[in-house]
């Protein structure tokens, strides 16, 4: 945030020496934790803010200030500022009593119109006007999504912020519509600072290197991003896309940097291998639906020969779901003979035996007798675990599934080692799966699931539940 | 619109073709006054829209093919195509009134402002969804601003749509705050089709050809327009300035396409002759203020040797004024010796003699007796004018004025024969006011026109009003 | 030129004030006609830029105050500012005959190969440094292109600039190299001043009004153009296609600004109807070969339905040719019953009347029996034309014919009041022909032609000929 | 390469297919060391070109096709082709000869001038023609500037390849007039794909990690570098420069990643710190001159507060200068006191003792009695070493002082532990020194450096020198 607070610096002084005289407009320097008695100089900028005093010009110089003097605060001190709007810019509960009599006293259909719209501003708090006027600021919407990331976390255990944390939502809602997102292609050739945020965003395989980032920018490669255009070096989500003939089934081959190049105009299938969201403070408002698509259409339009899209996607929620059926003492987990086999490979008898046992050993995928004792059950469970594991009754408990089966994708195929890093051995015993984007499908598998939570899965899959 | 109604139609296609089946997304082709007996295809499509069915990027789409055919409809159509959405997609009354019990009901302070929220929501008509789905189309922010101006135009005699056309405003509001706006600078090198609509725009001052427009951005010319990130081949708002030496006196001058070129490097004046807003879909949103201060520190940064900001600006209300205190007979208006001179250069006796009588014949300005008649007694009265003439209270009747006064500008010279067009003429009896931005005066100025009507003139033209 | 003087002026003092003392670099101001006793002080000048007086930067800051002080002379006196680089900036004969001497001296193969390159340096003028100095100028190449024009204007009468014309030819041809120019697609959306040119330049059609402009640049026509990386806004030759159905036989329709509009994606053929070189200074130095190849494979990869490529082209040289043929009293021009008929319509008797009399009278294409006398004969005397008359032995004499036919192009067909403009009805009675460019013809077409003129013309055309 | 390669393929093919049939053009593939039965086809080929058979614009794809096949031999290869290049396209000596006959014999002036020219031709390879086809290529441009990086190697021990290196530098002395080149400054925002480059051709102070390099690109930093129009992505030289307070007596601080920003704003020195030429191609075409001058007038008009322009250069020859002094035993070096000083913190005896001695040991910098032992005496023999030591008479031995001298900067303070990076303790003891740029002496400087070899120096230096 240096940076920002530089410009902001930079750019209160342009308005101020454009427009105005200064004295009034800018706050006198804060103690970094805004001690009781600064409170009310921060207080009587906002009104000043909201009063439009000198002018709508001078009112957002005064919001630059005060959002200059805000990213000078610690933590302690950003509450407490937050705690001021929380607080002293709410509606007004008198106001918003009266609109309700007045609207309930409509007599007529257009008396009743009006006083509906008046009721409606009654009830928008006055610091919502606040939080447009930071939008004059430079960087002023990356300000406010940064705004929010602050909210979210100071919220969890201060429910007065909340409601503030919703205000922001709902403006950032308003002015993240998607239609204002601009879809870019980035590629070795984008500006470096921009590489540098996807490197530091990329949350599902970490970037390692600059050579990690180019081989993914590489002729066989899209990357892809939404961008918002009053935050134009920001990206908001993006995903990496590999040119392939043929459904990729490890992650480890796409990120090798050695591996051959291939003509990405004889390639027949787009796989999508990672999706992050890039802005904490975006939180809750999905742009991964839209992502997707329009990168099918791009795709589809600048080579032909792609005719299968799909993903190669985690399954984060796994591991964590068995751990708990084996603590549950789950008995339909494993079969007699699955049981022993595993007892065997993990050299260990009764209770501590077993699967847990092995799983925990790090190298089983390199012990040949663990490895094929573990294939089977475990892709079994895995199957089992994408298919029937749920929440709040129609939703799939594993969230990657959940984004891409509302998506209008399906389950395509389970992959044995396709992510062999330790984050992947760790989720998901190794395992990763392929999701199906197929075009003629995409509406019709959305509405089933997002109607009745069915799963539109392969045989392969559905067989491997079965066992 | 023949060119949104292309892009659109091709638009709408390409999301069919990526991402969905599409047999179901498609309005069937309506009649150009949409009949009662299609309504109800119509009203589907919008239900479908807002049920989401088939996912986001479908409802987009469907949305899409509702933008499209609106645009086909006639006069007739249009409006019944509006009070679908006035009508059926309105808030539903038992639910705001259930949300109202529920507010009223709030226990913990918490409750309160969860229900508050609740109650904002249920007060948030269905149809602002459907308003923002057609963000997603190509030029969707476009359609909205002249969907607006279509409302503007039906709702005066049609109280039904109002309250459409107030939810999109609050819509337009949100996404033309002026902190998504951008200045640009207009020269002979911008693009043909934008420059051509400037011409097409320009309220004050027509532009006759494309050799005048060119004359207007002549090197020691500015022309500055706002536009909007996502309508960006459509200025909003645009203001032409002149580099002078001294304060302009008339705008024959200005706009004479054989006047010798200044040197822009020397000029100590810019004067802003003439702003228009270009959106009549924007009509009450107002980004003048901030153009007229964004551009002053444009110009101040660059050309550091213009010391003085000032308009030439038209007085529209004058004559009206003047007639309607004729017509009054306000006996005020004139002293004894100059009724008698007027009279004898209009030739005419009695009632119909005098100022009025000149006035109407057109050719007063090149007659040395009538015009000498006229000068002294018509700028008293247009100083009268400007400085008493008030609407609403503390408002004064002029409104050029009243938009530069509330800016925080001051009168500054009142200009004999500023303008001799034939509108000028008849707007005003030829004069043309100057309003200076003085920058260290701007704040308040401004607070004090705002705060209790009070203008800040020069002494010019108080002199001037004392005859 | 006004633009350039005014850019380069404030360009050398840059320099002036970047990196040098200026006392003497700068020229006294000279007198418009460069008289005699001012001569001295420019061949000083030019005498320090070759020498390099204070480093290579001070010295392109001199070329830049003589190419400055240039701009200001009048014809005589840029007449004479040339003639002191032909005369004092030649080759030194003295040092020629020496590097002769020493080339011929030369006993090793080693030794003649050194000895060839300081020969071939000798023979490079001093002035030629001079003018690649001018290349630092701002617009520095376009100061160049237009020197050029100069010479070859002054160089018809004075053949002591005729040879600093072929040096500056040189340069051009080298500077100008089809590999550095750039093809661009103009729109409506390109800057005006761009399009300005365009209009200025066009030289087959004349380009009337910016609406006829824009017509040209509507959604089913295209317009093509090369540009130079040093000169951005200065086309240097530009072709403007219509993409219709089926091959053009009338300009009118083409450029009837009331039109309909034709889908550019179902079009089957393109029409280029008109190609304008657009710099006189480029005289001799062809690029039009490559940019309709350019622009047949732009075409081509854009709009996959574009089946055919072709001109619908002028005869300029038709009417001037039969005007002489008569003059000779060639007998085979018409039959005996084509000369009853032509006397007959013309109304007039003996050697006044006939083809001749009737082709003077404008209106003859409004009377249906001079029409039809007119058609018959016309038509074969202008494909005669067209098959037989030469130049040079094998080139074809009409030269839009020889650049269709040097590129490989056929001729196709012969249009019957092709043109009915004043412009067109005079050159060649108002036929127009279509060139045909089939591409996988070009290559042969243009070996036949280049080797032994022979012409690739339809069975048409041939049949026409033979009456 | 490899990149240059695949584009190159995909254009020969779209000039094929646009323009012509196909199957004279490609050669057939070649072995990749070009065997003695393969050279015919080459030879055939290029001939093919020269007599534009087919036509120009097939002229280049068969140059296209040629250039594609040099870029896949190996180096005898290569060398085979060149060499082809060398025998078969060079001038035809009859025809020198005759136009030498022809020139000689020439009466009139007219004549004279026409047979110079006659003779000018006569005397330029058609190889020419060849090398300034391949500018049609994609890239052209730059795989001309890599010919010659081969070339320049080849003919170090190949004198028939030496012409043709040099009829190529020709073309390319002609092509990279500092007129077309384009100054750009390079950023953190610029294409990572550049900024790859930058940290490639880095020659003066390695950039070891992208971090490195951004810091290179910080906020009190900048980055500029020359680019052709036809080699975009290419830097041909780049200048580091740091914006400090005072002149840099040390690159350590300057490349410290933790140092603190300096504010641009407020600094009253830019410091050039590292300049360096990136294609090997176009050694001995000088830009660097014209890249500081530039740069200084950018800076200036963007950062009124710079008021001192210097280097902080290496003094690359010192070292080996001084071992080649000590070598010789020149008595002079050093003086009784000092050589015992050093025999003593050498611990050495006799002749082996003494100032190289210490050198050699690569700590000496830490070891206070070494360190004060060498300081005096290598200031002093360094200045000597700048001062005194010369080449062809007049110019300064070291290379980076020639640069600067010849630009007319002045030698301005040597700074002992100015480099201690092991590359700067071996090229010149860690010594480092500024060149001042004074603008107002820039000219005066370079005239008599360039005329008499007369030095420019501070006191300081000159001071040193004396001991």
């Not at 308005?15 to 207080?43: F, G, N, Y």
């Not at 005064?62 to 001190?77: F, I, S, V």
């Not at 530091?200 to 255009?229: C, G, M, Q, T």
């Not at 998901?428 to 009745?452: C, F, P, R, V």
């Amino acid at each position: 945030m240096a940076d920002l607070l530089k410009k902001l610096k930079s750019w209160s002084s342009v308005w101020r020496d454009i427009a105005t005289t200064t004295s009034d407009k800018e706050l006198p320097s804060l103690s970094a934790d805004l001690p009781e008695d600064e409170i009310a100089q921060v207080r009587d900028q906002m009104k000043a803010c909201l009063d439009i005093k000198g002018g709508e010009v001078s009112a957002r110089s005064r919001a630059a200030a005060l959002g200059h003097a805000y990213l000078e605060l610690n933590k302690t001190g950003r509450q407490r500022f937050l705690e001021i709007l929380a607080d002293d810019f709410a509606t007004d509960n008198a106001k918003v009593e009266q609109a309700i009599a007045d609207f309930q006293a409509a007599e007529t259909d257009e008396e009743k119109r009006e006083r509906e719209i008046a009721l409606r501003r009654s009830l928008e708090p006055p610091r919502m006007t606040l939080l447009r006027q930071f939008n004059a600021l430079p960087d002023g919407v990356k300000f406010l999504v940064d705004l929010r990331a602050d909210l979210l976390k100071m919220s969890r255990d201060n429910s007065r912020l909340k409601i503030v944390e919703r205000d922001l939502k709902d403006l950032l809602i308003s002015w993240f519509d998607v239609g204002f997102l601009e879809l870019r292609q980035l590629t070795w050739h984008s500006p470096a600072a921009i590489l540098e945020k996807i490197a530091e965003y990329e949350a599902v395989h970490s970037i390692k290197s600059w050579n990690d980032l180019k081989n993914r920018l590489a002729r066989d490669r899209r990357l892809f991003a939404f961008f918002h255009p009053r935050m134009p070096d920001e990206p908001l989500i993006f995903v990496e896309v590999a040119l392939v003939n043929g459904m990729s089934d490890n992650v480890q081959e796409l990120l090798d940097e050695e591996a051959p190049l291939l003509n990405p105009e004889t390639a027949d299938t787009a796989i999508f291998y990672s999706i992050s969201n890039a802005q904490t403070g975006l939180a809750g408002i999905s742009f991964g639906n839209f992502l997707i698509k329009k990168v099918v259409g791009a795709l589809s339009k600048d080579l032909p020969n792609i005719k299968n899209f799909a993903t190669l996607s985690p399954i984060p929620g796994f591991q964590a779901w068995l751990d708990q059926a084996l603590a549950k003492g789950d008995s339909t987990l494993l079969n007699p003979k699955e049981r022993d086999a595993l007892k065997k490979a993990s050299g260990q008898k009764g209770a501590k035996g077993g699967l847990k046992a092995l799983l925990e050993t790090s190298a089983w995928k390199n012990d040949p007798e663990a490895h094929d004792a573990l294939k089977e059950p475990l892709m079994r469970l895995c199957a089992r675990y994408l298919l029937e594991a749920k929440r709040k009754g129609t939703r799939t408990l594993d969230p990657v599934s959940h984004f891409h089966l509302s998506n209008g994708a399906r389950m395509e195929r389970l992959n044995w080692l396709g992510d062999t890093s330790s984050k992947g051995m760790k989720q998901s015993a190794g395992m990763m799966i392929n999701y199906l984007y197929k075009l003629n499908d995409i509406e019709k598998n959305h509405e089933s699931y997002q109607t009745n939570g069915k799963i539109v899965a392969s045989s392969q899959i559905k067989g491997l539940r079965k066992g």
